[in-house]
């Protein structure tokens, strides 16, 4: 049966059941923390022994070494000792500290993570298997090699820990929740049960499955090891949450920094001698120090895995890990690639030149690696920051092909869908979308990804004015954007300001059009109602007393002619009602008097209303304006006067009248003013949409001490 595992920011997906949910109670966990201990002072006491032992190898004189016998280089090995001014006493002392210090951690973090969480299996799987590891020391040549050598009592409880330490590989399939991941590793697992168990008491057997003829032992050892790295990648890539891949990054850290120094004393034990014919460490001194140089190497990236791994169980959200884990892939392919070359360089050279070739090629393969590293570096830098962050390195060539992208999108709305979805693509961001500031409130106009929860805002300007936002997510393990990030994001902001800019024009023009069709099919129904209710009904009532009046002239005059009489009535109504009808779609005013003179015959009809001064000034004469413009502005002054004589309390009201490539009105009164938590109105929303049909603007402000002050902005166009 599935468990679904819901992703932060992913849909959810299916692991395969395993035991990272299982918790030990009662007798179980009495049971856990006892094999624990048993395993942890076993792996102490083996660890004590070869520790106590190896110093004892490394710091007695050849004459008197217990193992003079097996070592033929052991006075050679000692001269090198002298020559680097060292004692033998004080050589093993220091190995013997570092050990120490190395497994230390492991030691340690075995036994927090029993005082943590012992409960959780994983948790007492990953403690019992971390003393092992500490007591081994390195991945080949176990310490505990010195323990079963010169105590044979150990020998059991060495290979029971050897093959606790083979079973490692089912860390990587199960770590960091217990799941098996992908499915069919969990048979991976069942197998490596039995080639550890076969590995550390069936040694030297046919079971021994490095007793096999070549490359088997090698490729079983790589198959199981790239099983475990290609699980972790699956993985993170296909199943973890954000925290998980934090937790998976930490150790990816801290494992790279151990392979790259296996990887160097591997080349320079086995794949220098066997291309070269000869060894790179050739001398006593040579030997010494690149003892001392690749062990402590070694032992110091065993104290950071450590670490590594103690923040991935315990802090995984202390510190940033990409900075870590980008620096160890650079570096760790940068050694391998390196490594390469030089072997590469050297067998080449040392079959084509037989006499000192292992010399020549040595120097040329220096020379050619010291020359490419530069160049290498660089660009495998380059490479992973693409693999991890996307193309925030090349900011140039993410614009460029913004700009591409953009001249091809014709329409407003495919320009804002194209810059989420190349800055999602440029960044490798899971979500990414542009949040539009409109009058009605906030709009998203475009989206790519799966929404998340919290996204990262980036404000969006166009000529000083903020139009809108660019909501990004944040990729998956990480909490915020770095330096680098946010450049690249503010030179995308620029283009996309002006894009969302021009959508929000567009969006302006679409509601204004909507609005104009809308007031034009009100104005034509409120017409239909009023000429099919009003006007045909009297129309057809006056036609049928005509006829009436027609066939009562003969008979009865008298009769006719009052009928007449109220006929004539009937046709006065019907005159003023069809004046009201032309009157609405255009004052007839505006013909006979022009703009100035219908805003003073109107004032008129206010001048003197609870004492009420009004004032109109305009230019003597007004050029002949576009009509709509003369409608909205006239519109716009009797609606400005109707509030100021209802609600103003005002003693003068001022209209002015300016003209220069737009028509400029102005109302301004000195009554109470607009309250400060005041809305706007029906009249207000009118003066703003018949400003706003024809491309202007309309302005109500409140005046200081007092009153109110209307300013609408009317272009002319092409004037009519």
Same mark, same amino acid.
Not at 150 to 163: A, K, W, Y
């Given at each position: 049966?599935?468990?679904?595992?819901?992703?932060?920011?992913?849909l959810?997906?299916?692991?395969?059941?395993?035991?990272?949910?299982?918790?030990?109670?009662?007798?179980?966990?009495?049971?856990?923390?006892?094999?624990?201990?048993?395993?942890?002072v076993?792996?102490?006491?083996?660890?004590?022994?070869?520790?106590?032992?190896?110093?004892?190898?490394?710091?007695?004189p050849?004459?008197?070494?217990?193992?003079?016998?097996?070592w033929?280089?052991?006075?050679?090995f000692?001269?090198?000792?002298?020559?680097?001014?060292?004692?033998?006493?004080?050589?093993?002392?220091?190995?013997?500290?570092?050990?120490?210090?190395?497994?230390?951690?492991?030691?340690?973090?075995?036994a927090?993570?029993?005082?943590?969480?012992?409960?959780?299996?994983?948790?007492?799987?990953?403690?019992?298997?971390?003393?092992?590891?500490?007591?081994?020391?390195?991945?080949?040549?176990?310490?505990?090699?010195?323990?079963?050598?010169?105590?044979?009592e150990?020998?059991?409880?060495?290979?029971?820990?050897s093959?606790?330490?083979?079973?490692?590989?089912?860390?990587?399939?199960?770590?960091?929740?217990?799941?098996?991941?992908?499915?069919?590793?969990?048979?991976l697992?069942?197998?490596?049960?039995?080639?550890?168990?076969?590995?550390?008491f069936?040694?030297?057997?046919?079971?021994?499955?490095?007793?096999?003829?070549?490359?088997?032992?090698?490729?079983?050892?790589?198959?199981?090891?790239?099983?475990?790295?290609?699980?972790?990648?699956?993985?993170?890539?296909?199943?973890?949450?954000?925290?998980?891949?934090?937790?998976?990054?930490?150790?990816?850290?801290?494992?790279?920094?151990?392979?790259?120094?296996?990887?160097?004393?591997?080349?320079?034990?086995?794949?220098?001698?066997?291309?070269?014919?000869?060894?790179?460490?050739?001398?006593?001194?040579a030997?010494?120090?690149?003892?001392?140089?690749?062990?402590?190497?070694?032992?110091?990236?065993?104290?950071?895995?450590?670490?590594?791994?103690?923040?991935?169980?315990?802090?995984?959200?202390?510190?940033?890990?990409?900075?870590?884990?980008?620096?160890?892939l650079?570096?760790? #392919?940068?050694?391998? !690639? %390196?490594?390469?070359? *030089? =072997?590469? +360089?050297?067998?080449?050279? /040392?079959?084509?030149?037989? $006499? &000192?070739?292992?010399?020549?090629?040595?120097?040329?393969?220096?020379?050619?690696?010291?020359?490419?590293?530069?160049?290498?570096?660089?660009?495998?830098?380059?490479?992973?920051?693409?693999?991890?962050?996307?193309?925030?390195?090349?900011?140039?060539?993410?614009?460029?092909?913004?700009?591409?992208?953009?001249?091809?999108?014709?329409?407003?709305?495919?320009?804002?869908?194209?810059?989420?979805? #190349?800055?999602?693509? !440029? %960044?490798?961001?899971? *979500? =990414?979308? +542009?949040?539009?500031?409109? /009058?009605?409130?906030?709009? $998203? &106009?475009?989206?790519t990804?799966?929404?998340?929860?919290?996204?990262?805002?980036?404000?969006?300007?166009?000529?000083?004015?903020?139009?809108g936002?660019?909501?990004?997510?944040?990729?998956?393990?990480?909490?915020?954007?770095?330096?680098?990030?946010?450049?690249?994001?503010?030179?995308?902001?620029?283009?996309?300001?002006?894009?969302?800019?021009?959508?929000?024009?567009?969006?302006?023009?679409?509601?204004?059009?909507?609005?104009?069709?809308?007031?034009?099919?009100?104005?034509?129904?409120?017409?239909?109602?009023?000429?099919?209710? &009003?006007?045909?009904p009297?129309?057809?009532?006056?036609?049928?007393?005509?006829?009436?009046?027609?066939?009562l002239?003969?008979r009865?005059?008298?009769a006719?002619?009052?009928?007449?009489?109220?006929?004539?009535?009937?046709?006065?109504?019907t005159?003023?009602?069809?004046?009201?009808?032309?009157?609405?779609?255009?004052?007839?005013?505006?013909?006979?008097?022009?703009?100035?003179?219908?805003?003073?015959?109107?004032?008129?009809?206010?001048e003197?209303?609870?004492?009420?001064?009004?004032?109109?000034?305009?230019?003597?004469?007004?050029?002949?304006?576009?009509a709509a413009?003369?409608?909205?502005?006239?519109?716009i002054?009797?609606?400005?006067?109707?509030?100021?004589?209802?609600?103003?309390?005002a003693?003068?009201?001022?209209?002015?009248?300016?003209?220069?490539?737009?028509?400029?009105?102005?109302?301004?009164?000195?009554?109470?003013?607009l309250?400060?938590?005041?809305?706007?109105?029906?009249?207000?929303?009118?003066m703003?949409?018949?400003?706003?049909?024809?491309?202007?603007?309309?302005?109500?402000?409140?005046?200081?001490?007092?009153?109110?002050?209307?300013?609408?902005?009317?272009?002319?166009?092409?004037?009519?």
């Amino acid at each position: 049966m599935r468990t679904p595992l819901a992703l932060s920011g992913d849909l959810p997906v299916s692991v395969p059941p395993g035991f990272g949910h299982v918790r030990l109670r009662g007798a179980w966990l009495h049971a856990g923390r006892t094999v624990w201990l048993c395993v942890f002072v076993l792996a102490l006491l083996v660890f004590g022994v070869a520790l106590f032992r190896l110093y004892d190898v490394q710091s007695t004189p050849c004459a008197t070494n217990p193992i003079a016998d097996s070592w033929p280089d052991c006075a050679e090995f000692q001269r090198g000792i002298d020559q680097i001014g060292l004692s033998p006493r004080s050589f093993g002392a220091y190995f013997f500290v570092l050990r120490g210090v190395a497994a230390l951690p492991l030691f340690a973090l075995g036994a927090l993570l029993i005082w943590r969480r012992a409960e959780r299996l994983p948790a007492l799987l990953l403690a019992t298997l971390l003393p092992v590891v500490g007591a081994a020391g390195t991945w080949f040549n176990p310490l505990w090699d010195w323990a079963r050598f010169f105590v044979p009592e150990l020998d059991i409880p060495v290979m029971f820990l050897s093959t606790l330490f083979l079973c490692g590989y089912i860390f990587g399939y199960t770590f960091p929740d217990g799941s098996f991941v992908p499915r069919w590793t969990r048979w991976l697992a069942l197998g490596c049960i039995p080639l550890a168990i076969s590995r550390s008491f069936l040694d030297g057997t046919a079971l021994d499955f490095e007793t096999w003829p070549a490359p088997l032992p090698q490729a079983l050892n790589l198959g199981l090891a790239g099983s475990a790295v290609y699980a972790l990648a699956y993985r993170y890539r296909r199943v973890s949450s954000a925290i998980e891949r934090q937790q998976i990054k930490w150790v990816a850290a801290g494992f790279s920094l151990l392979f790259a120094s296996w990887l160097v004393d591997y080349f320079v034990w086995n794949i220098y001698p066997e291309l070269t014919g000869e060894a790179l460490l050739s001398s006593g001194r040579a030997l010494v120090l690149w003892e001392l140089a690749q062990d402590t190497a070694w032992y110091a990236g065993q104290i950071i895995f450590a670490v590594c791994l103690g923040f991935a169980v315990l802090r995984y959200r202390l510190w940033d890990i990409d900075v870590i884990i980008n620096r160890a892939l650079v570096y760790t #392919t940068l050694t391998a !690639a %390196l490594v390469g070359v *030089y =072997a590469l +360089i050297v067998g080449l050279v /040392s079959h084509l030149v037989q $006499v &000192g070739g292992g010399r020549l090629a040595a120097i040329v393969a220096a020379g050619v690696v010291t020359i490419a590293f530069q160049p290498l570096r660089t660009r495998l830098q380059r490479a992973v920051n693409r693999l991890m962050y996307g193309e925030r390195d090349d900011p140039y060539g993410v614009l460029s092909r913004l700009g591409r992208r953009l001249e091809a999108s014709l329409a407003p709305e495919a320009a804002l869908q194209t810059i989420v979805e #190349t800055v999602a693509q !440029a %960044l490798k961001l899971p *979500y =990414a979308a +542009i949040e539009l500031h409109l /009058s009605d409130g906030p709009f $998203v &106009g475009a989206m790519t990804g799966v929404p998340v929860q919290h996204p990262e805002p980036l404000t969006l300007n166009y000529q000083g004015e903020t139009v809108g936002r660019l909501l990004l997510g944040v990729r998956r393990g990480e909490t915020h954007f770095s330096s680098a990030d946010r450049r690249v994001l503010q030179d995308i902001a620029h283009q996309a300001g002006v894009a969302v800019h021009a959508f929000r024009l567009t969006i302006d023009l679409r509601r204004s059009r909507e609005r104009i069709v809308a007031a034009q099919e009100e104005e034509r129904r409120r017409l239909r109602r009023d000429l099919h209710d &009003g006007l045909g009904p009297t129309l057809a009532s006056l036609f049928q007393r005509l006829d009436t009046a027609g066939t009562l002239i003969e008979r009865d005059p008298q009769a006719a002619t009052a009928m007449v009489q109220d006929l004539k009535g009937q046709v006065k109504t019907t005159v003023a009602d069809l004046r009201r009808l032309v009157y609405a779609l255009r004052p007839p005013t505006l013909d006979e008097l022009g703009l100035a003179g219908a805003i003073r015959e109107h004032a008129t009809h206010f001048e003197g209303a609870a004492g009420l001064h009004i004032a109109v000034d305009a230019p003597v004469t007004l050029p002949p304006l576009p009509a709509a413009v003369e409608v909205a502005a006239y519109r716009i002054a009797l609606e400005a006067l109707t509030n100021v004589v209802r609600h103003a309390q005002a003693e003068a009201c001022r209209i002015s009248l300016t003209l220069d490539d737009a028509l400029h009105l102005e109302i301004i009164d000195d009554g109470v003013g607009l309250d400060a938590g005041s809305r706007a109105g029906v009249g207000m929303a009118s003066m703003r949409e018949r400003a706003a049909e024809i491309g202007g603007e309309c302005y109500i402000e409140r005046r200081t001490p007092r009153g109110t002050r209307v300013i609408a902005h009317l272009p002319l166009g092409e004037r009519g």
